[in-house]
């Protein structure tokens, strides 16, 4: 980090303060009627979020400016979204935006963590099954997002299908040498088979987060 120029951290930051605005305002415009919900569905969860949070950490310069970017991205994306909630649309939902307050707040510890997915051996291999496990498991459990005889039954697959894009896309970009697949794979299974089996992130976010 202390070989990046002062310019290039700000330039960075800025950049990360504008992608989250706009991602925030999309978040918004597509959770309305009359726009497809494969749209909405996707920003309304996690894993949309973690697999851009995951991206901004590992392409950080380092734990610091890891943590420094992804809490700007969060902010700036929240802020964005909320005020354009309230401003324009006059409503405002207490628990939704605490369940996002406390993502965003938590972020900046994920995001160093994260910033080790990079590195070489088992530890770093373990902290890339961490987004990977939780994509499974949110992308698999999609399959109790809609009854049959609701009206959007049908994006179950094509959201499955977006899941399984981002854990590829993490899986082919992340780590430095491909080889260590093989360990990140079998963990990523089983960590998403513990959190599927007792429900754990349904009992940490209590209903909050849109699959649940």
């Given amino acids: 980090m202390s070989n990046v120029s002062n310019g290039r951290k700000v330039y960075a930051l800025v950049w990360m303060i504008i992608l989250g605005g706009i991602m925030g305002l999309a978040a918004k415009l597509v959770d309305t009627q009359g726009v497809n919900p494969v749209f909405d569905q996707i920003g309304g969860r996690l894993g949309i979020w973690i697999f851009v949070a995951t991206l901004i950490s590992v392409y950080s310069y380092s734990p610091r400016s890891a943590a420094v970017k992804v809490f700007s991205f969060f902010t700036s994306l929240l802020t964005f979204y909320y005020l354009y909630t309230v401003f324009f649309l006059h409503f405002f939902s207490k628990n939704e935006t605490m369940f996002w307050v406390i993502c965003a707040v938590v972020s900046p510890i994920c995001?160093?963590?994260?910033?080790?997915?990079?590195?070489?051996?088992?530890?770093?291999?373990?902290?890339?099954?961490?987004?990977?496990?939780?994509?499974?498991?949110?992308?698999?459990?999609?399959?109790?997002?809609?009854?049959?005889?609701?009206?959007h039954y049908y994006l179950v697959p094509i959201l499955m299908g977006f899941y399984l894009l981002m854990v590829i896309t993490l899986l082919w970009i992340v780590p430095r040498k491909k080889i260590h697949m093989l360990t990140v794979i079998p963990v990523a299974l089983l960590l998403s088979f513990i959190m599927i089996y007792f429900d754990i992130i349904g009992k940490i976010f209590g209903g909050l987060n849109g699959f649940l």
Avoid at 113 to 120: K, L, Q
Avoid at 136 to 151: C, D, M, Q, R, S
Wanted: aromatic fraction near 14%; avoid cysteine; charged fraction near 10%.
């Fill in 111 to 151: 995001a160093v963590v994260m910033w080790y997915a990079r590195g070489h051996g088992y530890v770093a291999s373990f902290i890339l099954s961490l987004p990977v496990a939780v994509l499974i498991t949110e992308g698999y459990t999609l399959k109790n997002a809609y009854l049959p005889e609701h009206e």
